[in-house]
C-alpha cells in the first residue's frame, strides 16, 4: 500500500514543482502547503527533495506575501526531517571553519 501511494505521490511531484504564476496568494500557500505534504511523506528521491527544496527557499525569501512564505518555511522544515539536506552553500566563496573541540 505505501509503495502505490508513494509512486502515485512522485507522478504528481512532476507538476508540483512551480507555483502557479498567475495565482493568488492563496494558491500560493496551498502550493507551498502541498510540496510539504509531498516532502512529509518522504516519498521523493533525494534529488527530487533538493530539487523541491530549491524552489521552496526561493518562495521563503522572494515571495511578498507573509502566509506564502510561512508556509513554504513549514514545508522546508518538513523536508529537513526526512531529508539529508545540510551541505556546503554552493554560493559560498570562502570553506567552512571546522570546529573542534575543547580538551578537558
Do not use: F, K, N
Not at 500500500?1 to 500560493?28: F, I, K, V, Y
Not at 534529488?47 to 525569501?61: F, H, M, N, T, Y
Amino acid at each position: 500500500m505505501r509503495m502505490d501511494a508513494c509512486r502515485h505521490l512522485r507522478e504528481r511531484s512532476d507538476t508540483a514543482w512551480q507555483a502557479p504564476a498567475d495565482a493568488g496568494a492563496r494558491e500560493r500557500e496551498i502550493w507551498a502547503d502541498g510540496l510539504g505534504d509531498l516532502l512529509a511523506s518522504g516519498c521523493l528521491e533525494q534529488a527530487d527533495a533538493e530539487r523541491a527544496v530549491g524552489r521552496l527557499i526561493q518562495v521563503a525569501v522572494r515571495d511578498a506575501e507573509y502566509a506564502v512564505r510561512e508556509a513554504a518555511l513549514h514545508a522546508l522544515s518538513e523536508a529537513a526531517v526526512r531529508y539529508a539536506l545540510l551541505r556546503r552553500p554552493r554560493s559560498a566563496g570562502r570553506p567552512h571553519r571546522r570546529l573542534r573541540a575543547s580538551p578537558p
